[in-house]
């Protein structure tokens, strides 16, 4: 089960990184697979030595003295979804090299191929996990899939696409699935 925490501000207000690092650090037995970071469009990905949170954060020395949208992901991958830095949190979508959406997901949905051939069939999915689907299906198609998946799942998402950034939190689970009832806690 990922771990996810974050500061989020109307406007840039002092940021403490110590609070930060801490809310990490918690969260480091949620993930233990790879880690992140996305403070006001720069972001960072932890994999390998830098996993955990704890380590991951030593290495970085560029920390903003404000912020308004700081989030952090600590990842425990789906059994079946590798384990790289490609498939580490936050996930990005860019557009004119400029960040156009973020998505960070906590829990499994199962029937994500099923959602993107419908949703998304122009995409090429393979190789892609279900937080990675997911991304994509908001990002071109919008929210109404949230009424088709089957799994549990808490989604952190800012979309920069707005004249302000729009930063949407969304937590719940399906009333069951072909895997049986979901009652798997995925807190928010």
């Known amino acids: 089960m990922c771990g996810l925490a974050g500061i989020i ?13 801490i809310l990490g650090t918690l969260n480091d037995e949620r993930g233990g697979d790879s880690c992140g970071i996305f403070i006001d469009k720069k972001y960072q990905h932890g994999v390998k030595e830098y996993k955990q949170f704890r380590c991951f954060t030593r290495g970085i020395k560029d920390y903003p003295e404000q912020a308004r949208i700081a989030l952090l992901h600590c990842r425990k991958a789906s059994p079946g979804y590798p384990v790289n ?6 996930i990005i979508i860019r557009n004119n090299d400029q960040i156009e959406y ?19 069939p122009e995409e090429n999915i393979t190789g892609l996990t279900d937080s990675q689907v997911m991304t994509l299906i908001f990002y071109h198609k919008g929210y109404d899939v949230l009424s088709e998946y089957m799994g549990a799942a808490v989604f952190v998402i800012v979309d920069y696409r707005h004249e302000e950034p729009l930063t949407l ?5 399906s009333k069951v699935s072909q895997y049986g009832k979901v009652d798997e806690e995925r807190p928010l």
């Open 9 to 21: 501000s109307t406007e840039k207000t002092d940021f403490n990184i110590d609070h930060f690092n």
């Open 85 to 90: 830095i490609e498939q580490a949190q936050p």
């Open 102 to 120: 973020v998505l960070m997901h906590n829990g499994t949905i199962y029937n994500a191929p099923k959602l993107a051939k419908k949703y998304i």
């Open 169 to 173: 939190f969304w937590q719940g689970e």
